[in-house]
């Protein structure tokens, strides 16, 4: 079944159909509660606002009309304000992507000092984007984690497709600027580019 069968059935009393939509979405949801929370060191608190998103989903469920969003998007909307809703309380100022998608792991047959190095460049680039402000942040993990297009992720952070294009273009920007001393390799600047284009 569709995600919009399911959400009919749903809303026509066939409540027990919701677990599959929780099945369809848990994984994802949970991955980006986790990378949102990790750098206020609060990621212990993933499951219990992953479960908090699909209570408020099912309390709001009524209310959804896919004309405005997909489901997925919306989903998305929720967990990310239940997060920022929580960060509000233990005042942090920052968001995490503390396992960046953006530099695969060496190879294994690499030297212990090509991987030290490597892992090196790794947090370098997991602080920068760290340091980016909450929405470019938001922006960058939906689009890097999720694969999400333009449009979704304008839905999720209420804005337009141009002002997300604009989020991503500086936030990429801002990270390779903060990453320049470490882009002499040109195998650095090949993984930046094809962050990039994406």
């Keep these: 079944m ?11 009393g066939n409540v027990d159909l919701y677990s599959v939509l929780m099945e369809r979405y848990q994984k994802k949801i949970h ?20 479960s908090e998103t699909f209570y408020k989903a099912y309390r709001s469920l009524h209310s959804f009309r896919e004309v405005d969003a997909s489901f997925s998007t ?24 503390d396992d960046t998608a953006y530099i695969p792991a060496a190879p294994s047959e690499a030297a212990p000092e090509q991987t030290l190095l490597r892992n090196e460049k790794v947090t370098m680039v997991r602080e920068a984007i760290n340091n980016l402000p909450e929405k470019q942040r938001s922006a960058l993990i939906l689009r890097e984690y999720d694969g999400m297009d333009y449009q979704e992720i304008a839905s999720i952070l209420g804005q337009t497709v141009s002002a997300v294009k ?19 390799e040109p ?11 994406r």
Excluded at 2 to 12: A, C, V, W
Excluded at 187 to 197: F, G, H, I, N, T
């Design 31 to 50: 991955s980006f509660i986790y990378q949102m929370l990790r750098s206020a060191r609060l990621e212990l608190l993933a499951e219990d606002l992953c």
């Design 74 to 97: 919306w989903l998305y909307t929720i967990a990310r304000n239940t997060v920022l809703s929580e960060l509000r309380k233990h005042k942090s100022p920052h968001m995490s992507l």
């Design 187 to 197: 195998a650095m600047l090949r993984e930046y580019e094809e962050m990039k284009v």
């Design 166 to 184: 604009s989020l991503l273009f500086r936030a990429r920007a801002s990270v390779k600027t903060q990453m320049e001393p470490y882009f002499n």
């Design 2 to 12: 569709t995600d919009s069968q399911l959400i009919r059935e749903i809303k026509d």
